[in-house]
């Protein structure tokens, strides 16, 4: 599959053989997996560069998927996983508001209470295929602002192609939750991240509508995930995140349905 990506264009991965003909090398009681080194810069820090890094990386999403779509294997939905997001929701909500101190439960009681029945109905029945899935900047290989590839691909599975749209954006935003001047500045190159993918592939109203649910349902995702660590100052990131996503929910759509 990732012998495929890369004859489309894009850099990834690709296994490599050891000496002993495997792919998985053990290591301090772990198995790695071998590749090429893949040279990349990292994430450019001026502020006025974010428009078109947004811009580029929607570009490169949209042609991962579809070069992921494109794939021939017509039983690939049997050799990975189906991440069935709207089908999860309830679970997350239910766990998160059981199982965190207050007031983080109280967060996700709010958005339960708020926005739960708009969720579950905005993310039901969208196209899905093979996605990255753990499309976060880390996994994004870039030189200047044009991405050149994709790492970290173990997570490839069937689901909702604006997932990977929401899960790149809410990893610039969560961090910056705490200043005006950075979400702003976030909220106005959100459109350019979808313009950059619509230049390559059609993205549907129905999925443009999604993406702040989307965004939502990451944070619930991640946060019941970071329960069975414990990380504690993981989850109150991903709360916080989830507050500040909330709170600013028209913002946000408005700012998907601009681009």
Request: charged residues 20%; neutral net charge; glycine residues 6%.
């Amino acid at each position: 599959m990732l012998a495929h990506v890369a004859r489309t264009g894009l850099r990834v991965p690709i296994p490599l053989l050891s000496r002993s003909a495997q792919t998985a090398v053990p290591f301090q009681e772990r198995f790695y997996l071998l590749s090429h080194f893949i040279e990349a810069g990292g994430c450019p820090s001026d502020p006025k560069l974010q428009a078109e890094l947004f811009y580029h990386t929607g570009q490169a999403i949209a042609k991962l998927h579809q070069a992921l779509a494109s794939y021939p294997d017509k039983q690939v939905n049997r050799k990975t996983w189906r991440e069935d997001i709207a089908g999860r929701v309830d679970e997350w909500i239910s766990a998160l508001g059981d199982g965190l101190p207050e007031p983080q439960a109280t967060v996700v009681k709010r958005v339960s209470l708020e926005r739960g029945t708009a969720l579950k109905a905005a993310l039901y029945g969208l196209p899905e295929q093979l996605i990255h899935r753990d499309c976060h900047p880390g996994n994004i290989l870039v030189q200047g602002t044009h991405v050149i590839g994709f790492v970290d691909c173990d997570h490839l599975c069937i689901g909702p192609r604006f997932f990977d749209l929401a899960y790149y954006a809410v990893h610039h935003l969560k961090w910056v939750t705490d200043n005006e001047a950075a979400t702003d500045r976030w909220l106005t190159n959100l459109p350019h991240l979808l313009a950059g993918y619509r230049s390559q592939q059609r993205l549907s109203q129905e999925e443009a509508m999604a993406i702040p649910y989307g965004m939502t349902a990451y944070h619930l995702l991640l946060s019941h995930w970071f329960m069975g660590l414990p990380q504690r100052e993981s989850i109150a990131r991903e709360i916080r995140a989830l507050d500040w996503i909330h709170t600013h929910f028209d913002a946000i759509a408005s700012a998907t349905m601009s681009s």
